[in-house]
């Protein structure tokens, strides 16, 4: 898997601050995407033993509320694995906090991935232009914000943000 940055602290990409991993590789083409440059899966940085190394680092402060994987899709098919494995450990070395992923797919479409098992919130959906939207945490009103334990859907919110 290719990435494009790590941002060590984000207050735009879930709740609380967080560290979030921008991740290559995208199949979506939404018109008026904001990140065309990470549709390329090859575009970006190798995401190798010293950017893992640095994620695991950055989550490590108590005030880092959890990781978010975007991109690009975190969920385009050459990334899944990748993307399982690091939740995984997240959630094996930092119990405490979550794991928010972005993902042009509906939630009806990727429900049955194993991520799905070790994740807290999904927000789904591609960007439809003329639905754009400025609330936090997405980018156009189709886009639902989706909360789940254990693979189950808890809640879906619209609305809240
Ligand atoms: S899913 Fe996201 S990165 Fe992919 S084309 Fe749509 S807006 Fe761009």
Redesign the pocket.
């Known amino acids: 898997m290719n990435y494009q940055k790590i941002t060590p602290i984000s207050v735009a990409d879930g709740l609380g601050c967080r560290v979030v991993l921008w991740v290559s590789g995208?199949e979506?083409?939404?018109v008026g995407?904001?990140?065309p440059d990470?549709?390329d899966a090859e575009s970006g940085y190798l995401f190798g033993e010293e950017a893992e190394n640095r994620l695991f680092e950055l989550l490590q402060p108590e005030y880092i509320a959890g990781v978010t994987f975007s991109?690009?899709?975190p969920l385009y098919f050459p990334n899944v694995g990748t993307i399982t494995r690091l939740a995984k450990r997240t959630r094996s070395e930092f119990p405490k906090k979550d794991i928010w992923v972005y993902t042009?797919y509906l939630y009806e479409e990727v429900k049955d991935l194993e991520l799905m098992q070790y994740i807290d919130v999904l927000v789904d959906g591609?960007?439809e232009q003329d639905k754009r939207c400025v609330g936090q945490f997405y980018g156009s009103t189709n886009q639902r914000i989706i909360f789940l334990k254990n693979g189950r859907v808890q809640n879906i919110d619209y609305e809240s943000y």
């Open positions: 995208c979506h083409d939404c995407c904001h990140n990470t549709h991109g690009g899709d042009g591609k960007y």
